[in-house]
């Protein structure tokens, strides 16, 4: 009977739409996180008789046919790549990205990755790094005897230094956009990876056309929006019910046939 693995993959995607509504939850208070949405298509069909079939000599043809479905299975889980919100925090090496963009990152491989979460600090070299340590690229350092730190909203890092009331620049943050940020690969501390999905890097100057802007003493907050989830887990569970009652259904229609055939 086909409504048994029919009714199967259907369980199998809600658990894979609940795993994902249960990450994006968890991930509410991630510094720069995205929503996902998991995204399902239908299998293949059994033609039984294929929609515009000949149907008798005469040249009649069938207007619907008969497909029967086997089917669905995750496509793919979108990553959403709207703006969250900007949280004061004070902190002057926190930065917020204000519309497209990405943070340039280097690994300890020498590799580079991306990242929107800009709770930055800085090393005991006075370098800017993540909260992991890792180089915040093209490579900034602030003087050790800065009194104080200013970051535009085109990127550029200025310090005062002692005996000078003029600030001086010491370096320059840079934006990177994709194609398709969506196509990113994420590998976990708030980094992605670019794809072939994604596209080429394109690096430029904050505020240049297509690129956001730097918002000194703020952070992006995670765009998950909780009411939305929960009613996409309540959708979900209902979903998972209902083709749990397939399968019951279907077993119990199993059961009755068995007990024809019996003695």
């Known amino acids: 009977m086909r409504a048994l693995s029919i009714a199967a993959t259907g369980m199998q995607a809600q ?48 207007p619907n046919g008969i497909q029967i479905g086997a089917g669905v299975k995750t496509s793919a889980i979108y990553r959403i790549n709207t703006q969250g919100d900007l949280q004061s925090t004070g902190n002057p090496y926190d930065v917020a990205v204000q519309g497209a963009g990405f943070f340039e990152i280097q690994q300890p491989d020498g590799t580079d990755a991306y990242t929107r979460s800009g709770n930055f600090s800085l090393s005991p070299q006075g370098q800017l790094v993540t909260q992991d340590g890792l180089l915040v690229l093209p490579g ?32 320059q943050l840079e934006l990177t956009v994709f194609p398709n940020p969506a196509g990113l690969n994420s590998i ?63 077993d119990q229609m199993l059961q009755e046939t068995a007990q024809l055939s019996g003695p």
């Open 15 to 62: 658990q894979t739409n609940v795993e994902t509504i249960a990450n994006n939850l968890a991930n509410m208070n991630t510094t720069g996180f995205k929503q996902q949405r998991a995204e399902f298509e239908d299998l293949l069909y059994q033609n039984v008789v294929t929609p515009g079939a000949q149907t008798s000599d005469t040249g009649t043809f069938a």
């Open 140 to 171: 900034i350092s602030v003087p050790t005897n800065a009194t104080a730190t200013t970051i535009n909203a085109q990127g550029q890092v200025l310090a005062t230094i002692p005996g000078n009331t003029t600030p001086q620049t010491v370096g």
């Open 188 to 250: 976990g501390s708030n980094l992605f990876l670019q794809t072939p999905a994604s596209g080429t890097a394109q690096t430029g100057v904050p505020g240049s056309p297509g690129y956001g802007t730097i918002q000194q003493g703020y952070l992006e907050t995670s765009n998950v929006n909780s009411v939305d989830e929960i009613t996409a887990l309540i959708t979900a569970q209902r979903a998972y019910e209902m083709n749990s009652k397939v399968v019951t259904a279907a």
